[in-house]
């Protein structure tokens, strides 16, 4: 079993920037590929970002290449989602994710799902 609680969600205006934590707890955080999702008021889930379990190798929805980075803190168990030149459409629920599979994470069917935590981009 793997326990993942996120922070960092919170209002901020259009052009600033947020920085998104993931703790993960209760198996080897290096078994696990990590990603972020997110799921607006009236919209499916989307996938966010990525990064591999044994590789730092990244993956990226096009709307947010550029703007947000991905990163895992070994040491800390701890995936982190630094967002910058944030817009009104990155409004959402955003949601930590941990997989085996790097697939299943990609795809939003992973093992492990986080409660959430909210953005709200003002503009």
């Known amino acids: 079993q793997v326990q993942l609680v996120e922070s960092g969600g919170g209002l901020v205006q259009a052009g600033g920037s947020l920085r998104l934590s993931c703790a993960a707890s209760?198996?080897?955080?290096?078994?696990?590929?990590m990603g972020w999702f997110r799921q607006a008021p009236g919209k499916e889930r989307e996938f966010v970002a990525a990064?591999?379990?044994?590789?730092?190798?990244?993956y990226y929805h096009d709307s947010v290449k550029g703007r947000f980075t991905i990163d895992r803190d070994m040491d800390k168990n701890t995936v982190v989602l630094q967002m910058n030149s944030l817009k009104s459409e990155d409004t959402a629920v955003y949601y930590c994710?941990?997989?085996?599979?790097?697939?299943?994470?990609?795809?939003?069917?992973?093992?492990?799902w986080g409660q959430g935590t909210q953005v709200t981009v003002s503009s």
């Open positions: 990064i591999m379990k044994t590789v730092s190798i990244r």
């Open positions: 994710a941990a997989g085996e599979s790097l697939s299943s994470v990609r795809i939003g069917v992973p093992d492990y």
């Open positions: 209760g198996a080897t955080f290096r078994s696990y590929n």
